[in-house]
């Protein structure tokens, strides 16, 4: 479990032999860019895009790799462009973020990704007649925040027919769905959410569910213990939507391959049911946990399972 879309990469057997050229890690690294590349041409761009970034991370000179992830973060900027001349100004800003989440650098991308927000925080201010933006340091609820709601206390009933993709939201208010898929199907599915808002984009970089419907309830409680042992930290019991939850944070900051500041994550087990919510803060943002925790606990309740 965990943040599925960074690579750690493991250990290797004693038998492999490092050289200067065929290091366990360069092995792989190689086997991460050839998936990449399998994507690509399998027209699955943000999964090429997120390994040929992994790679470039890791080792900035192997192979094209970062020529590669900034080549599909430009495809989706014009995806944007072609949406916002098309007056689908929704649709432009989830090219653009996508983009923006590839090759944050690009000022292009990002001055793109600035005026959208802002075009789509003046619609929603004069549909409300408030002339508030979407921008604004007060919004209506843009999904997070150190706000009490009490814990919820209505508690959705699961679909006979439900699966680990279907159960997932279409979207939260303030944020943009840019990924909804199966990791492991039939087991697992997983969503990513991107903040509107500038104000939030500066703290938030993006929040990630995890759901996954085990044939067993100890195959779930496993997976809850898992998170627990991966997120130690500020680790509390809580009470969501009338059932306990785990939340803590975990600490990436000296990771030589995270580069990441402390992440929250809400768990939580229902019967064969596993969910996970995880919210990543900037690069450059110094969110509170009070307001990660809020995030994750506001998600939850919305989610209602």
Same mark, same amino acid.
């Given at each position: 479990?965990?943040?599925?879309?960074?690579?750690?990469?493991?250990?290797?057997?004693?038998?492999?032999?490092?050289?200067?050229?065929?290091?366990?890690?360069?092995?792989?690294?190689?086997?991460?860019?050839?998936?990449?590349?399998?994507?690509?041409?399998?027209?699955?761009?943000?999964?090429?895009? *997120?390994?040929?970034?992994?790679?470039?991370?890791?080792?900035?000179?192997? !192979?094209?790799?970062?020529?590669?992830?900034?080549?599909?973060?430009?495809?989706?900027?014009?995806?944007?462009?072609?949406?916002?001349?098309?007056?689908?100004?929704?649709?432009?800003?989830?090219?653009?973020?996508?983009?923006?989440?590839?090759?944050?650098?690009?000022?292009?991308?990002?001055?793109?990704?600035?005026?959208?927000?802002?075009?789509?925080?003046?619609?929603?201010?004069?549909?409300?007649?408030?002339?508030?933006?979407?921008? *604004?340091?007060?919004?209506?609820?843009?999904?997070?925040?150190?706000?009490?709601?009490?814990?919820?206390?209505?508690? !959705?009933?699961?679909?006979?027919?439900?699966?680990?993709?279907?159960?997932?939201?279409?979207?939260?208010?303030?944020?943009?769905?840019?990924?909804?898929?199966?990791?492991?199907?039939?087991?697992?599915?997983?969503?990513?959410?991107?903040?509107?808002?500038?104000?939030?984009?500066?703290?938030?970089?993006?929040?990630?569910?995890?759901?996954?419907?085990?044939?067993?309830?100890?195959?779930?409680?496993?997976?809850?213990?898992?998170?627990?042992?991966?997120?130690?930290?500020?680790?509390?019991?809580?009470?969501?939507?009338?059932? *306990?939850?785990?939340l803590a944070l975990n600490d990436f900051s000296n990771s030589e391959l995270f580069r990441l500041k402390q992440i929250a994550a809400l768990t939580w087990?229902?019967?064969?049911?596993?969910?996970?919510?995880?919210?990543?803060?900037?690069?450059?943002?110094?969110?509170?946990?009070?307001?990660? !925790?809020?995030?994750?606990?506001?998600?939850?309740?919305?989610?209602?399972?």
């Open positions: 479990m965990g943040v599925g879309i960074y690579l750690v990469v493991g250990g290797q057997s004693g038998s492999e032999t490092k050289t200067a050229s065929h290091t366990p890690i360069d092995k792989s690294l190689g086997r991460l860019y050839d998936e990449a590349q399998e994507d690509l041409e399998e027209k699955n761009l943000q999964q090429a895009a *997120s390994k040929f970034k992994q790679v470039a991370n890791i080792k900035p000179s192997y !192979k094209d790799a970062d020529e590669q992830a900034k080549a599909i973060a430009e495809s989706y900027y014009k995806e944007g462009l072609d949406h916002e001349e098309a007056g689908d100004n929704e649709e432009a800003a989830k090219a653009y973020n996508i983009a923006a989440a590839i090759d944050p650098s690009n000022p292009e991308i990002a001055t793109a990704v600035e005026n959208i927000a802002e075009a789509i925080g003046e619609d929603s201010g004069s549909n409300d007649g408030n002339g508030d933006s979407a921008d *604004s340091t007060e919004p209506v609820d843009n999904g997070g925040g150190d706000s009490d709601n009490g814990g919820g206390d209505d508690l !959705k009933p699961i679909p006979e027919d439900a699966t680990a993709l279907s159960l997932h939201l279409d979207e939260i208010d303030g944020y943009l769905s840019i990924k909804k898929a199966w990791n492991t199907e039939p087991v697992e599915a997983s969503s990513v959410y991107l903040p509107i808002a500038r104000e939030v984009r500066t703290e938030i970089d993006r929040v990630i569910v995890v759901i996954s419907k085990f044939e067993t309830a100890k195959e779930a409680e496993t997976a809850l213990q898992m998170m627990k042992d991966e997120y130690m930290m500020e680790g509390e019991d809580d009470s969501i939507n009338g059932h *306990s939850v785990y087990t229902r019967d064969n049911w596993f969910f996970s919510i995880e919210v990543l803060p900037s690069p450059q943002g110094t969110p509170s946990n009070d307001y990660k !925790k809020g995030l994750a606990r506001d998600i939850a309740v919305k989610l209602g399972y």
